[in-house]
């Protein structure tokens, strides 16, 4: 059994090794990220407007050049009681132009009566995009 340092340490050369080809990724998984993860139910994943949801933790989008959307890969959460979640979002591809894909999500975010950034969607770490 590996530790979460050994998997994040492997996850780092992965993304260097990555990158050496070309693929620009932000925001690799950290030690933090794959605790939160593996404490993950994902047979109970719940919607962005559900109302004990009072974090994102984690937002993965990923795209191709010329793709007019990001794909979202996954969406983690935090509930009120501090349990780790799955967040299913409303539309599972994020336009690229008009605003681009944060524009996307603060449209979202109002659709159910939550704002982005009381959330901390957009704090620094919480979006990991791939392209």
């Avoid at 962005?48 to 933790?57: C, E, M």
Wanted: charged share 20%; proline share 4%.
């Amino acid at each position: 059994m590996t530790t979460y340092a050994a998997q994040a340490a492997h996850i780092m050369d992965t993304h260097n090794r990555a990158a050496s080809y070309g693929v620009a990724q932000t925001n690799p998984l950290s030690e933090a990220d794959l605790r939160a993860r593996d404490a993950i139910d994902y047979a109970r994943p719940v919607g962005l407007g559900h109302a004990d949801l009072v974090k994102i933790t984690r937002l993965r989008l990923l795209t191709d050049a010329g793709y007019p959307w990001w794909d979202v890969s996954y969406c983690y959460g935090e509930l009120r009681d501090g349990t780790p979640v799955l967040v299913n979002l409303p539309d599972m591809q994020l336009r690229k132009g008009r605003g681009g894909y944060r524009a996307h999500l603060v449209e979202m975010c109002k659709a159910v009566g939550k704002y982005g950034k009381a959330l901390g969607l957009f704090d620094s770490g919480t979006i990991s995009t791939m392209r």
